[in-house]
């Protein structure tokens, strides 16, 4: 892997943990909402469980370039043995 696309694949790591963040801050707003009708309280529910999601995927994005990094290490380890 070039040193650009390790770049690229750090930049795509931090905007997923900055996207993970932001969803996980947005989720704890949500949960502290206090006296709301019982139809705003499943709407904003249904909004906190997408940005649950929204967390899951990031995080995962997160490991999977994570993943990506320590095998082009390795195989830039073995080329160069």
């Known amino acids: ?9 750090d930049e795509i ?14 989720e704890t707003l949500l ?6 009708d019982l139809e705003s309280r499943a709407k904003l529910e249904d909004l906190a ?3 649950g ?4 995927a990031a995080q995962t994005a997160v490991e ?3 993943q990506l990094e320590m095998e082009a290490r390795t195989s830039r380890n ?4």
């Not at 892997?1 to 694949?9: C, G, I, P, Q, V």
């Not at 900055?18 to 969803?23: G, S």
């Not at 999601?53 to 899951?56: D, M, R, S, Y």
């Not at 073995?78 to 043995?81: E, F, S, T």
């Open 31 to 36: 949960d502290d909402v206090v006296h709301v």
């Open 49 to 51: 469980h997408l940005l």
């Open 1 to 9: 892997m070039t040193s650009a696309e390790m770049n690229t694949l």
């Open 13 to 26: 790591r931090q905007l997923s943990m900055k996207t993970a963040a932001l969803a996980r801050a947005a």
């Open 78 to 81: 073995r080329q160069g043995a």
């Open 64 to 66: 999977v370039g994570n």
């Open 53 to 56: 999601a929204t967390v899951e």
